[in-house]
């Protein structure tokens, strides 16, 4: 993957963090008949 290119994982059911270690936003999209829930955007420490 590249900070400058859109990168695609596959995961397993459950809870995540994402987190970029570089800033700026992460973009999620999940596939047809899947379903992202308890998405909580987190405000970064001053």
Do not use: K
């Amino acid at each position: 993957m590249s900070l400058d290119q859109p990168g695609y994982i596959d995961v397993e059911a459950g809870s995540y963090w994402l987190v970029s270690p570089a800033g700026g936003r992460i973009f999620v999209a999940a596939c047809p008949n899947v379903t992202l829930t308890d998405v909580v955007p987190v405000n970064p420490r001053p």
